[in-house]
């Protein structure tokens, strides 16, 4: 099974147009369904989320394994604490609900959809001639 998802057209703040390879995942609230949009990311080795989602969810953040996220950049005042919880997430897509690790941080980030968990599910191919992501359910299904 496969789809395909068109690139979300982003105006930078100098102006300049971008396209960002995205997927909208449903999350279960606690008192609703909502949608989130995450960017596609290959080189992230973890889906990241803010931590005042995980307390829309229903989540303690505090009861995730810790741990310290550093991006491209050494420097301490850099570092992002945050918190690793295995969450189910429904890809509507396909509407198939499956289980990722997600690391909620303690300050404002971007949704990233990272390997983790996510890459076990799906082959994802990026087709920037095209301005699309290929997702395609792999036979590792879990």
Known sequence: MRFAKEWFRVITPLGKIVYRPVLV???????KIEEYRFIVDSGADISLMSKYVANRIGI?????????????????ECLVEGRIHE????????????????????????FLL???????????????????????LTENEK
């Open 25 to 31: 995942l449903e999350i279960k609230e606690k008192t």
């Open 87 to 110: 969450i189910n997430v429904i890809v509507p897509d396909i509407k198939l609900e499956i289980q990722i690790p997600i690391c909620f941080v303690d300050g404002n980030a971007p």
């Open 114 to 136: 990272g390997r983790e968990g996510f890459f076990d599910y799906f082959r994802v191919i990026f087709e920037k001639v095209k301005l699309r992501t290929v997702f395609e």
């Open 60 to 76: 303690d953040w505090e009861k995730g394994k810790k741990t310290e996220l550093r991006g491209i950049s050494q420097k301490k």
